[in-house]
């Protein structure tokens, strides 16, 4: 068997740690904070974000923190219209075969550190960031910013959107600055009305804005998080935002969306980022997954889920891996997903522009066009990612 390193230790990178591990592989996860933790708010997660979990063995611990969701929601911002609905239990879960759920970031992460712990052949190391890698013949050799060196067959880079194995592998500069500034909160479900206690993702699109909200951590909080196109052109990651000030982003929006916005506390914000696909995340014994690879916006709640299927996937192909095939393993991947992934880059930034954002006559056409969709027709819109089991398929063959 052979000993991977692992640049970046996240949601990617421990399940990428994880998926190795079932084959008996050694792997080293160096992560460049000084303490293995994830920040942030709400996730979603789909079907096939539970298989993959299942996959990893962890599907069960998830599911004990998770929310089950009853349906996704679509509401018009500025009337308040209800426009259309996916259910998300009965038909859709028999088809997909795993629920849609909601989450706290922690609530998937701890699971995957937990595992990560348990193993012997993970070898968790904080305050380790990756500086860059050589490689010969028979391997690969990792320097850190500290000093330290790590020789391995193979090193996958799950260290972020900003990666440095990723710049040292494409030098492809930052990331690209969508323009879109996001505000996020979560309080206790107690500051929320019992009327207002909906067990659905809901989103509300409105001119330039959005604003999406639902349960997480057990019930026990709702997260809050609004997004306004405003031409944001410098990047901004987790900064206190006074709440007159994000309030102040959004004259027009409905009288229940306010309610709940209004509820918001602690805001923080981001400049969201993300960058164009691209076919080559491999350099002979190096591989890029998760956000290195294909940083998506969030707008099809998609990213952590392709982040897992990344793992599940890698991990099946360098079942067996010795120390002289790395190389192929590693580029059969790179072919097997970059295609879905980056579908699912595009996908989200389309539904930005074509679905939330839209205003006047175009906003109308879009209620329309919701509003006239059967749940079969929604199911089948989403089936090439929520109902994918092998996490090869694009979704340009047809629907499941």
Not at 29 to 54: K, M, Y
Not at 193 to 203: A, I
């Amino acid at each position: 068997m052979a000993h991977v390193i692992i640049a970046g230790g996240g949601i990617g990178g421990l399940a990428t740690a994880l998926s190795l591990a079932r084959f008996g592989h050694r792997t080293t996860v160096l992560e460049r904070s000084g303490t293995f933790a994830e920040i942030g708010a709400g996730i979603q997660l789909g079907p096939n974000a539970f298989h993959a979990l299942d996959r990893l063995g962890v599907g069960e611990s998830v599911r004990e923190r998770a929310v089950f969701i009853d349906e996704l929601r679509f509401m018009d911002g500025t009337t308040g219209e209800k426009v259309a609905a996916m259910e998300l239990t009965g038909a859709y879960r028999e088809r997909f075969g795993n629920p849609y759920a909601v989450v706290h970031r922690g609530d998937l992460y701890q699971p995957l550190l937990a595992a990560c712990q348990e193993l012997d052949g993970v070898e968790l190391l904080a305050d380790a960031a990756v500086q860059d890698y050589e490689q010969d013949a028979a391997g690969v050799t990792v320097r850190t910013t500290g000093g330290r060196t790590f020789r391995g067959s193979a090193l996958i880079g799950a260290d972020g959107i900003r990666s440095t194995v990723r710049a040292a592998m494409l030098g492809d500069g930052e990331p690209r600055v969508s323009g879109h500034t996001i505000y996020r909160s979560v309080i206790p479900i107690e500051k929320v009305p019992e009327e207002l206690r909906w067990n659905t993702v809901t989103l509300w699109a409105g001119p330039k804005w959005h604003f999406v909200h639902y349960i997480i951590g057990g019930g026990k909080y709702l997260n809050l998080a609004v997004t306004r196109d405003d031409g944001a052109t410098v990047p901004v990651t987790g900064r206190e935002a006074e709440r007159d000030h994000v309030l102040a982003q959004f004259p027009g929006i409905g009288a229940t969306a306010r309610r709940l916005l209004e509820l918001g506390e602690g805001w923080r914000e981001w400049v969201l980022c993300d960058r164009d696909p691209v076919r080559t995340w491999t350099d002979r014994r190096v591989v890029l997954v998760g956000d290195a690879a294909h940083p998506m916006l969030q707008y099809a709640a998609q990213g952590a889920c392709q982040a897992l299927e990344d793992a599940v996937v890698l991990g099946d192909l360098l079942d067996g891996m010795g120390e002289d095939d790395a190389e192929q393993r590693l580029e059969k991947f790179n072919a097997v997903r970059h295609e879905r992934a980056g579908r699912a880059q595009l996908i989200a930034r389309r539904m930005g522009s074509e679905l939330y954002h839209p205003a006047g006559e175009a906003a109308k056409g879009r209620n329309a066009m919701l509003s006239a969709l059967t749940q079969v027709e929604m199911q089948n819109s989403v089936s090439w990612l929520h109902g994918d089991r092998d996490f090869t398929d694009s979704g340009l063959g047809g629907n499941r």
